[in-house]
């Protein structure tokens, strides 16, 4: 990092960390006590407090990592510094541990956008600050960053797993998985997602082998046509099926393998994979999810997806493959008509977004669903345009880990999107300083329009005196 590179991303992050501490200091004022999930991870972390460690509430479905972290950052530095009674574990004193996560983010963003692109002597170190800037306020992420859940912490050690998998730290890659995984279960994903990155490498490098040996370069440069898929899916075949090569990939993906092993394990002894609460998040083929996902990413990268370029090329490509696009939108509709579940906390839950995009869109008419679906294709082109700078077997093995942690979720929500969207965002090209700028200015807007609604737009429920406030 050059000097004036580093300056400036010291002072971005500093400003960042020092708007959020005021923003902190707001939402702190107006919702002193547990909102929404909080209710359950608050009085759990501060049983923890106690030392009440058998001590468990049956709601709660995600492992204790972020109530395990708390106590052993809380308990330190109350010793330290000299506090007692209340304060200690209190809602502000927990949610701060998010805003240190918060952090972490930033600068994990930051060197993970370096080590991606550093090969592109295009992408400017001003460019690098402001996508990571970027990232760090996307506001489904940033908004919980001033409550008290696990995505903050979710987030932070999976994009550290993920640097370290990048340099070749693969056992403390698996250990930072490990930390992720006792967040929220489904980050064993990643975990899958980091052996396959350096399968990927193995993959590609052979391949370039294979088609050095036969000459036949063509193969390469027609991406997408169905006798180049066709091939390398034999190759595909034929190398993993090889012990040699299945040898050489066990020896660098162990530490994966391992931590996979455990979970399968801690599945066969739970008994499934949510902890408690298991009526309210049953496993599913919830297919139109991955439609919901791309909806969300086009929603969100707009200025990456949603330009007159693209659209004239998606036109294009439709005017060559007609058959395919119309299998396409056949295998579309059936997944819609035969896959889609409707969770019932989606319906009833008037206090998030996802129940406005619900009632609001799919609600109006029976065939609002299966009306939605050019433009379902057009966002997964679009989606798989961006990325056709990385190798096909980066996009296979980002594609299948894509469909592993969103489809079997029965209830839209938003926050399930966070993670495969940053990776998505990670690895695109860097788009130009106006279009980030255009993103920019997009998720600050969105974020003040959120916190708006929430410190400002209370209501109450005819049932309750409690005040209900608006979120993701």
């Not at 809380?74 to 502000?92: D, F, N, R």
């Not at 306020?137 to 940033?142: G, N």
């Not at 579309?332 to 998030?352: C, E, G, M, P, Q």
């Not at 279009?435 to 410190?455: D, M």
Request: proline share 4%; net charge positive.
């Amino acid at each position: 990092m050059e000097r004036a590179e580093a300056y400036g991303f010291s002072g971005a992050m500093s400003g960042a960390f020092l708007l959020s501490c005021l923003l902190f200091a707001a939402v702190s004022r107006r919702q002193r006590g547990p909102y929404m999930d909080e209710v359950f991870h608050v009085p759990q972390a501060q049983a923890y407090c106690h030392g009440r460690f058998l001590q468990w509430d049956p709601m709660i479905t995600t492992l204790p990592g972020l109530y395990l972290l708390s106590v052993g950052a809380v308990k330190p530095a109350a010793w330290l510094l000299g506090w007692t009674g209340s304060v200690v574990c209190s809602v502000g004193m927990l949610r701060f541990i998010n805003l240190l996560f918060s952090a972490g983010n930033f600068y994990l963003l930051y060197l993970l956008l370096f080590k991606i692109h550093q090969k592109n002597k295009a992408v400017s170190g001003f460019q690098r600050i402001l996508s990571a800037l970027t990232l760090a306020v996307f506001p489904t992420l940033y908004f919980f960053t001033f409550l008290y859940y696990t995505d903050p912490g979710s987030v932070f050690f999976t994009l550290f797993s993920y640097l370290m998998c990048l340099y070749g730290n693969h056992k403390t890659s698996a250990l930072l998985g490990f930390c992720g995984f006792m967040f929220r279960q489904t980050n064993i994903v990643w975990t899958v997602f980091c052996a396959g990155n350096v399968v990927a490498e193995k993959l590609n490098e052979a391949w370039k082998i294979e088609l050095q040996k036969k000459k036949d370069e063509k193969i390469s440069s027609r991406k997408g046509s169905f006798s180049d898929l066709t091939r390398i899916l034999r190759f595909l075949v034929e190398y993993l099926l090889s012990p040699k090569n299945l040898v050489t990939l066990t020896a660098v993906t162990w530490p994966y393998i391992i931590l996979v092993s455990l979970f399968f394990v801690f599945v066969f002894i739970n008994g499934g994979i949510v902890v408690g609460d298991r009526s309210s998040h049953e496993a599913c083929l919830h297919f139109p999810q991955l439609f919901y996902f791309l909806s969300f990413t086009v929603f969100f990268s707009f200025p990456h997806l949603l330009t007159p370029t693209k659209i004239r090329k998606f036109l294009l490509s439709l005017r060559k493959h007609p058959v395919q696009y119309s299998l396409v939108t056949v295998i579309s509709l059936f997944l819609i008509w035969k896959f889609t579940y409707v969770h019932k906390y989606l319906l009833a839950d008037n206090r998030h977004y996802t129940f406005y995009v619900w009632r609001k869109v799919f609600q109006r008419h029976e065939l609002v669903k299966y009306l939605l679906v050019p433009f379902y294709i057009f966002a997964g082109w679009s989606f798989a345009d961006t990325l056709k700078s990385k190798s096909v077997f980066w996009i296979l093995m980002y594609f299948v880990c894509l469909l592993a942690v969103t489809v079997p979720q029965k209830l839209l929500e938003f926050r399930y999107f966070i993670l495969p969207f940053l990776i998505y965002r990670l690895n695109i090209p860097v788009l130009s300083l106006y279009r980030q700028l255009l993103e920019l200015a997009f998720y600050i807007l969105v974020n003040a329009v959120t916190f708006y609604l929430f410190l400002n737009r209370t209501f109450q429920w005819e049932n309750s005196d409690e005040v209900q406030r608006f979120m993701w």
